[in-house]
């Protein structure tokens, strides 16, 4: 192993050993600034602020938080001081990130954010900075050395901000119970929100899906197939009651006409494949991009909660969306 790669190696395991002496220490404090969280009012947003890597780092927690359904954005120190100080509220809580505790931007804005009300919670390297003294709420990362050959430039400080924002947010979404589905509200671009989409909004529904009843014979259905709009792979199976019984695909009848072509006048029950794969039109295209895996199809039908088909979902379809 060169030195390069052992001394990348090494940085990687200080700061991986920072996060874990955070995971032992971590307190009721912690506990205190979740439930200040999960307390905010409707019209209360977390505004986070923080300079230079820290802020960076605030960034981050205020993007996460805002995508798990807690209202936030982030507010530079220096444009605060600068006339922003004015977007917070008493509604409001102000998380602020500094390692010392002493960042002069950071503090500038303590005096007028006790004058607004607003909780302080401030996640701080030193327990006797003014930060840590004027926070309603403070969490301490530890007295952390910067990884790297100075032990100046801020590394495992915010490695250990960032996973500890990270478990603030997280711990703030189990106990709120966001679902899935809100989730995918604040999700709706590139392939995670493509997963996300309910399959009722992706299904192709009406004149794009060919529905057979089981006493139909076999030859009118598959004429049915070829006549359906945007070439449907698949002909879905009913019984009288509209539910759904079975399904013939493209598969099927190559099989069936390898051996005979006979069966094209028998009922389409009589060669359908019985009892295929479906999902409810409520689930997300998440769950069926999973069926689509675990059990090697290309199509999959949509019912709603009676067992009746109201769609088809169509592998080609989901791929479409995440371009």
Same mark, same amino acid.
């Given at each position: 192993?060169?030195?390069?790669?052992?001394?990348?190696?090494?940085?990687?395991?200080?700061?991986?050993?920072?996060?874990?002496?955070?995971?032992?220490?971590?307190?009721?404090?912690?506990?205190?600034?979740?439930?200040?969280?999960?307390?905010?009012?409707?019209?209360?947003?977390?505004?986070?602020?923080?300079?230079?890597?820290?802020?960076?780092?605030?960034?981050?927690?205020?993007?996460?938080?805002?995508?798990?359904?807690?209202?936030?954005?982030?507010?530079?120190?220096?444009?605060?001081?600068?006339?922003?100080?004015?977007?917070?509220?008493?509604?409001?809580?102000?998380?602020?990130?500094?390692?010392?505790?002493?960042?002069?931007?950071?503090?500038?804005?303590?005096?007028?954010?006790?004058? =607004?009300?607003?909780? /302080?919670?401030?996640?701080?390297? !030193? *327990? %006797? &900075?003014?930060?840590? @003294?004027?926070? $309603?709420?403070?969490?301490?990362?530890?007295?952390?050395?910067?990884?790297?050959?100075?032990?100046?430039?801020?590394?495992?400080?915010?490695?250990?901000?960032?996973?500890?924002?990270?478990?603030?947010?997280?711990?703030?979404?189990?106990?709120?119970?966001?679902?899935?589905?809100?989730?995918?509200?604040?999700?709706?671009?590139?392939?995670?929100?493509?997963?996300?989409?309910?399959?009722?909004?992706?299904?192709?529904?009406? =004149?794009?899906?060919? /529905?057979?009843?089981?006493?139909? !014979? *076999? %030859? &009118?259905?598959?004429? @049915?197939?070829? $006549?359906?709009?945007?070439?449907?792979?698949?002909?879905?199976?009913?019984?009288?009651?509209?539910?759904?019984?079975?399904?013939?695909?493209?598969?099927?009848?190559?099989?069936?006409?390898?051996?005979?072509?006979?069966?094209?006048?028998?009922?389409?029950?009589?060669?359908?494949?019985?009892?295929?794969?479906?999902?409810?039109?409520?689930?997300?295209?998440?769950?069926?991009?999973?069926?689509?895996?675990?059990?090697?199809?290309?199509?999959?039908?949509?019912?709603?909660?009676?067992?009746?088909?109201?769609?088809?979902?169509?592998?080609?379809?989901?791929?479409?969306?995440?371009?």
């Amino acid at each position: 192993m060169t030195d390069k790669l052992k001394y990348a190696k090494l940085i990687i395991d200080l700061e991986s050993q920072a996060i874990s002496q955070l995971s032992n220490s971590i307190d009721s404090s912690f506990i205190d600034a979740v439930d200040a969280l999960l307390a905010l009012s409707k019209s209360g947003r977390v505004v986070v602020s923080g300079m230079g890597k820290a802020g960076f780092v605030g960034m981050k927690i205020s993007a996460t938080l805002a995508s798990t359904g807690v209202p936030s954005f982030f507010l530079h120190p220096a444009e605060a001081v600068h006339g922003d100080l004015g977007r917070y509220t008493k509604d409001d809580i102000a998380l602020v990130l500094s390692n010392s505790g002493e960042t002069e931007e950071v503090l500038r804005m303590i005096p007028f954010l006790k004058q =607004t009300g607003c909780k /302080i919670i401030s996640i701080t390297g !030193n *327990t %006797k &900075s003014n930060l840590r @003294k004027y926070s $309603d709420i403070s969490l301490f990362i530890g007295e952390l050395s910067e990884a790297g050959p100075l032990g100046l430039a801020p590394t495992t400080s915010t490695s250990v901000m960032l996973a500890l924002g990270d478990a603030l947010a997280m711990t703030v979404l189990k106990n709120q119970n966001f679902t899935r589905e809100q989730f995918a509200q604040n999700h709706p671009g590139g392939n995670l929100g493509a997963s996300l989409i309910p399959v009722k909004d992706l299904m192709r529904t009406g =004149t794009e899906i060919c /529905i057979a009843k089981e006493e139909e !014979n *076999t %030859k &009118s259905v598959i004429q @049915k197939v070829v $006549d359906t709009k945007n070439r449907a792979g698949a002909a879905i199976v009913i019984n009288n009651q509209g539910e759904l019984t079975g399904v013939l695909t493209d598969g099927d009848l190559k099989r069936k006409l390898i051996k005979s072509t006979d069966f094209l006048n028998e009922p389409i029950a009589n060669i359908m494949t019985c009892n295929p794969k479906s999902i409810n039109e409520e689930s997300l295209v998440a769950d069926a991009l999973k069926m689509v895996t675990d059990y090697k199809i290309d199509e999959i039908i949509v019912v709603n909660s009676k067992n009746q088909p109201v769609g088809l979902l169509d592998i080609q379809d989901v791929l479409l969306t995440k371009k």
